[in-house]
């Protein structure tokens, strides 16, 4: 237990921020005044109320709210309901004000309204600061070995929901500083018009992590999809995969700059070897590649994919430089925590392709599905919040809106030590989704 700024008492998370996520009650804010608190985005003081004490639960809420109305080309959640309090905050306030003291809001294009709010009860609607932002993270080795399942219930019902600061997306670090989201947007089939528009949509819900290949023929969509959301390229990364049939150094450069151009970036942000193919046994030459761009400018960040580890330390040996990035298949069925544990020990971030595996029946898996009532969450959820909780970076695809949105709210939900261990236990030695042993499988 530590003692937060508003004076009251909350448990932060280990893994996680040392900020506490509680709420100030009415008397700790009065005996702050001049103190104020940011959430980075749209927050329902019921589901807040949570992290309270009992003591504090029952008490009205009294918050200061602060709404900060950045250009409306960057779309966020709740945009509009944010622009509804604000206006009636204004109405109400220049309500009061003589005609001569009245000022036209719409001088400035960053209209800032800042009222006090006393809530009825917690739980009516609480807006907070508009502004999308990330919890830094250390990578965390994968947690837990096999275990076997049991039946969580008689505990998880014991004791209470908890959630990181509202919803804040964890990030995590490799070696070098490089950082990635927790949860991205995975495109795999998301193509034309409607992958475009899928892409759009999801970077304006707040994804700042796209996951594309050059084998998924949708560079261009994608590339379209980042331009049509209003977000400047600097704040979104764009994962993009050298396929199997352009390692060789000369068709390495030019595949690599295809991508960009697809793309329509001046550089790609993140291009990975996206399978070793070992029996052709060019992937060092590859690799090298992808550093000769990055010293050229036109990659920025590099690494791999499927890649086992004889294949990360040939490379490193005979190039001297590490990836940042090994995405490999990673979910319940099948969870890979020795090659976690050695790319949280190596720096390199582990990024989970397929993250709900067999998403039909891996969700009907009893253990899944009692975490996420625990947590009152899609069992979906709950599979994402389990690799949260292991350090993975997930890229689940979803086109429609109301997916994008809950995939990306699982990353404030916080699995424990035994919840993580339980999924985990669903782990088979057949776990893979169709048997691509990177020892063996090829793609061209």
């Known amino acids: 237990m530590v003692r937060s700024s508003f004076g009251v008492d909350v448990e932060p998370h280990p893994l996680f921020s040392d900020e506490p996520a509680a709420l100030p009650h009415r008397s700790a804010l009065a005996a702050l005044p001049e103190e104020r608190f940011e959430f980075d985005d749209s927050i329902d003081v019921e589901r807040a109320a949570l992290h309270l004490p009992k003591d504090v639960q ?81 990578i965390v080795a994968g947690c837990g070995g096999p275990a076997t399942p049991r039946s969580l219930a008689p505990r998880l019902a014991a004791r209470p929901i908890r959630r990181r600061t509202m919803t804040a997306t964890p990030l995590f670090t490799a070696h070098n500083d490089f950082r990635l989201p927790a949860v991205g947007l995975g495109t795999y089939r998301l193509n034309g018009d409607a992958g475009a528009r899928a892409v759009s949509a999801g970077i304006d819900l707040g994804y700042r992590l796209v996951d594309s290949a050059f084998n998924y023929e949708n560079e261009g969509a994608v590339g379209a999809g980042v ?67 990055q010293a050229r400018g036109t990659v920025r960040q590099i690494g791999v994919s499927n890649f086992l580890p004889e294949h990360l330390e040939r490379i490193e040996r005979e190039t001297g430089q590490r990836p940042v990035v090994n995405q490999i298949e990673v979910h319940p069925y099948f969870p890979q925590s020795e090659a976690i544990a050695l790319h949280a020990e190596r720096g390199i971030l582990t990024v989970a392709w397929s993250p709900l595996g067999r998403a039909k029946e891996l969700l009907r898996e009893p253990v899944i599905v009692e975490v996420a009532e625990a947590h009152q969450i899609s069992p979906a959820q709950a599979v994402i919040a389990w690799h949260v909780a292991r350090g993975t970076v997930s890229i689940p695809k ?12 699982a990353a404030s939900v916080v699995l424990d030590a035994a919840e993580v261990e339980a999924i985990t236990g669903l782990g088979k030695p057949d776990g893979r989704l169709f048997g691509a042993d990177p020892a063996t499988h090829e793609e061209m």
């Open 398 to 409: 979803a086109s429609s809106v109301e997916h994008q949105r809950a995939n990306l709210e």
């Open 227 to 293: 331009t049509a959301s209003g977000v400047d390229q600097s704040e979104i990364i764009v994962a993009t995969k050298l396929p199997g049939r352009h390692h060789a150094a000369d068709k390495a450069r030019v595949s690599i700059e295809e991508s960009r151009f697809r793309l329509g970036a001046d550089a790609t942000d993140l291009h990975l070897i996206h399978w070793p193919n070992p029996s052709v046994d060019l992937y060092v030459e590859a690799w090298q590649a992808l550093i000769d761009a």
């Open 58 to 138: 029952a008490q009205p809420a009294h918050i200061v709210v602060e709404v900060e109305m950045a250009g409306t080309s960057r779309r966020m959640p709740c945009a509009q309901q944010m622009t509804c309090v604000a206006d009636r905050e204004r109405r109400e306030a220049r309500a009061h004000q003589p005609h001569g003291r009245r000022c036209d809001a719409g001088r400035d294009h960053r209209r800032t309204a800042g009222a006090e709010h006393v809530a009825a009860r917690a739980g009516t609607a609480l807006i907070g600061r508009r502004r999308m932002g990330f919890r830094h993270l250390p």
